[in-house]
């Protein structure tokens, strides 16, 4: 059974930054498109960034210029580098494959704590 770990969450200042990682377990992972989502209190978990097994990106307008997402295929590791954190990125964040059709269980989350 593959599970996705996520840290590296906490309480940050607005203008601040912070780097989330989710450690994956099992092939399936570096096989494909990775995705980090986030939900924030009320609202549908949405996805932030994509990255696929190549290294192609792609981001939500909400992120672009601020988020970047990268991965380490050789130690199942996918990272999200948060910079210029606003209110509104407050959430849990999650990893999980990205554009295949399906979804890994999810893990517990991360979460991200933006004080302006």
């Known amino acids: 059974q593959v599970q996705l770990v996520e840290s590296g969450g906490g309480l940050v200042q607005a203008g601040g930054s912070l780097r989330l990682s989710c450690a994956g377990s099992g092939s399936i992972f570096r096989f494909n498109a990775m995705g980090w989502y986030r939900q924030a209190p009320g609202k549908q978990r949405e996805l932030v960034a994509g990255?696929?097994?190549?290294?192609?990106?792609k981001y939500a307008s909400a992120v672009k210029g601020r988020f970047t997402i990268s991965r380490d295929n050789a130690k199942n590791t996918v990272y999200l580098q948060m910079n210029s954190l606003k209110s509104e990125d407050t959430a849990v964040y999650y990893c999980n494959v990205e554009g295949s059709g399906y979804y890994l269980p999810w893990g517990q989350g991360t979460q991200v704590t933006v004080s302006s």
């Open positions: 990255i696929t097994s190549g290294g192609s990106t």
